[in-house]
């Protein structure tokens, strides 16, 4: 991404801080101070543990919006080292129908200061592992389509709950060395964007407190393992997600024109929707529009009378967003329209309510402190500058729209000299979300450790 990609039109919705309060926050400030000098041989002696726990969630992934057996891990295993954790936090909210989510929470107070909000995702995608690995995933459930589908950690949701946990066994083993309350959060449902609003939604800081900072890592297959990156500023898109229902008039196969094919028409508007950000949008502003599903048809011999797509919008900034809409809409009526399609069987296009997340904006002065405080504990050849990128998450919701200060880093997974190849060779590893992510998961647990008890450590100095 260039830096006048950079140049992004933030809307004010955007969970941010403005950079004015981030600097009156600053002021306040301790001096940083350096990791305790035992943190690595403590991370160390817990880690054959950590691994053990970390194959045990690869191995029994669940997928968003069902991760009971997941969180009742996570809440069992904080509970053993002294947190008081609360389960069944959170309600996905449609409408009128009200569900209840799988969100854990789990508080260890230590005295007055600073209250400090670290996050894990708990879910995994409908992936089919080929990993090969030994402690692989055969796990197969059904997905939100009602098919049996094989399920994977190919996010990494398990190296980010192993961190947690072995973050909270540091924070309990140097409690004379902070002051404040640490509030750990399990999220569920962060591929499908709607865990972090359904814990706010059920009073999550109402019940457990507000915090003063929100800190949370995700793993990163573009980065060494043993490195994080860090930066204040943009880092994760917005992610709209939209459905196009393209009517037609079913038929036989053999006699066209006796009816209207919707599979054609949603040929045309595949083709012309990847027009709109290459046509009509500023090349200045960031902006990704796919087709991510398409379904239609019975039987060959006969014309359907419509085609679902699914997409996913990637925004920076809501002005763009909100045009793109509007160029869907009118791409998809324009095909019908050119179809010969009556006024009364025009394209259905549909925004989710639920399925949408705002931009991720690092705070610009707390990701500095987080930055610093990783220096100190891994060296500043393995503290990085993140870049941002088009993926989006619902991290940022903890933030209330940027009134806390909030950040996000990236942890390494990738085998250095595999990375290296990759980019002498410019083949890409395999990727988050690819069945053939494995992260070098013990020096990746390691790092992710460290770098988060560090972060902690600090900000209840
Ligand atoms: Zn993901
Ligand atoms: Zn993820």
């Given at each position: 991404m260039?830096?006048?990609?950079?140049?992004v039109?933030?809307?004010?919705?955007?969970?941010?801080i403005?950079?004015?309060?981030?600097?009156?926050?600053?002021?306040a400030?301790?001096?940083?101070?350096?990791?305790?000098?035992?943190?690595?041989?403590?991370?160390?002696a817990?880690?054959?543990?950590?691994?053990?726990?970390?194959?045990?969630?690869?191995?029994?992934?669940?997928?968003?919006?069902?991760e009971?057996?997941?969180?009742?891990?996570?809440?069992?295993d904080?509970?053993?080292?002294?947190?008081?954790?609360?389960?069944?936090?959170?309600?996905?909210?449609?409408?009128?129908?009200?569900?209840?989510?799988?969100?854990?929470?789990?508080?260890?107070?230590?005295?007055?200061?600073?209250r400090?909000?670290?996050?894990?995702?708990?879910d995994?995608?409908?992936?089919?592992e080929?990993?090969?690995?030994?402690?692989?995933?055969?796990?197969?459930?059904v997905?939100?389509?009602?098919?049996?589908?094989?399920?994977?950690?190919?996010?990494?949701?398990?190296?980010?709950?192993?961190?947690?946990?072995?973050?909270?066994?540091?924070?309990?083993?140097?409690?004379?060395?902070?002051?404040?309350?640490?509030?750990l959060?399990?999220?569920?449902?962060?591929e499908?964007?709607?865990g972090?609003?359904?814990?706010?939604?059920?009073?999550?800081?109402?019940?457990?407190?507000?915090?003063?900072?929100?800190?949370?890592?995700?793993?990163?297959?573009?980065?060494?393992?043993?490195?994080?990156?860090?930066?204040?500023?943009?880092?994760?898109?917005s992610?709209?997600?939209?459905?196009?229902?393209?009517?037609?008039?079913?038929?036989?196969?053999?006699?066209?024109?006796?009816?209207?094919d919707?599979?054609?028409?949603?040929?045309?508007?595949?083709?012309?929707?990847?027009?709109?950000?290459?046509r009509?949008?500023?090349p200045?502003?960031?902006?990704?529009?796919t087709?991510?599903?398409?379904?239609?048809?019975?039987?060959?011999?006969?014309?359907?009378?419509?085609?679902t797509?699914?997409?996913?919008?990637?925004?920076?900034?809501?002005?763009?967003?909100?045009?793109?809409i509007?160029?869907?809409?009118?791409?998809?009526?324009?095909?019908a329209?050119a179809?010969?399609?009556?006024?009364?069987?025009?394209?259905?296009?549909?925004?989710?309510?639920t399925?949408?997340?705002p931009?991720?904006?690092?705070?610009?002065?707390?990701?500095?402190?987080?930055?610093?405080?990783?220096v100190?504990?891994l060296?500043?050849?393995h503290?990085?500058?993140?870049?941002?990128?088009?993926?989006?998450?619902?991290?940022?919701?903890?933030s209330l729209?940027?009134?806390?200060?909030?950040?996000?880093?990236?942890?390494?997974?990738?085998?250095?000299?595999?990375?290296?190849?990759?980019?002498?060779?410019?083949?890409?590893?395999p990727?988050?979300?690819?069945g053939?992510f494995?992260?070098?998961y013990?020096?990746?647990?390691?790092?992710?450790?460290?770098s988060?008890?560090?972060?902690a450590?600090?900000?209840?100095?």
């Amino acid at each position: 991404m260039t830096a006048a990609q950079l140049a992004v039109d933030y809307n004010p919705s955007m969970p941010r801080i403005s950079v004015l309060s981030c600097f009156v926050f600053g002021l306040a400030f301790p001096a940083l101070s350096q990791a305790p000098s035992d943190l690595k041989q403590s991370v160390n002696a817990q880690l054959p543990a950590l691994i053990e726990t970390y194959k045990d969630f690869h191995r029994n992934p669940e997928l968003s919006h069902h991760e009971e057996h997941t969180s009742a891990k996570l809440a069992a295993d904080l509970r053993k080292l002294g947190y008081t954790v609360t389960e069944h936090v959170g309600v996905y909210e449609d409408g009128d129908k009200k569900t209840p989510a799988w969100g854990i929470v789990a508080i260890l107070e230590n005295g007055p200061g600073p209250r400090l909000l670290i996050r894990s995702d708990m879910d995994a995608l409908p992936v089919e592992e080929k990993t090969g690995v030994d402690y692989a995933s055969h796990v197969m459930s059904v997905n939100a389509e009602g098919q049996p589908s094989p399920v994977m950690h190919a996010c990494g949701h398990d190296i980010h709950m192993t961190v947690l946990l072995g973050t909270a066994k540091e924070l309990v083993e140097h409690k004379s060395q902070w002051r404040g309350t640490v509030m750990l959060v399990g999220q569920p449902s962060e591929e499908t964007i709607d865990g972090a609003r359904a814990m706010l939604a059920d009073h999550l800081y109402e019940r457990f407190g507000k915090p003063d900072f929100v800190v949370a890592e995700h793993d990163d297959p573009n980065h060494a393992t043993g490195d994080i990156s860090v930066k204040g500023g943009p880092l994760l898109a917005s992610s709209t997600s939209i459905d196009v229902v393209m009517r037609g008039v079913g038929t036989h196969g053999s006699k066209p024109e006796a009816g209207k094919d919707p599979i054609l028409m949603a040929a045309e508007f595949v083709m012309l929707a990847q027009t709109i950000v290459s046509r009509q949008v500023d090349p200045q502003q960031p902006a990704v529009l796919t087709v991510g599903t398409i379904h239609g048809g019975l039987k060959r011999n006969i014309i359907s009378d419509q085609v679902t797509m699914g997409l996913t919008l990637r925004t920076y900034s809501d002005k763009v967003r909100d045009q793109i809409i509007a160029a869907v809409r009118k791409t998809a009526e324009g095909v019908a329209v050119a179809y010969g399609i009556s006024a009364d069987r025009m394209p259905v296009v549909t925004v989710s309510k639920t399925e949408i997340t705002p931009a991720t904006i690092n705070d610009v002065v707390f990701a500095e402190r987080v930055r610093k405080s990783a220096v100190a504990a891994l060296g500043s050849e393995h503290v990085k500058a993140a870049e941002p990128v088009m993926g989006s998450e619902d991290v940022g919701q903890f933030s209330l729209n940027g009134t806390i200060p909030t950040v996000m880093f990236r942890l390494g997974a990738s085998d250095p000299q595999k990375l290296a190849d990759s980019q002498t060779t410019g083949k890409p590893l395999p990727g988050l979300h690819s069945g053939l992510f494995a992260p070098v998961y013990e020096p990746t647990l390691r790092t992710g450790v460290i770098s988060m008890t560090a972060v902690a450590m600090d900000v209840l100095k």
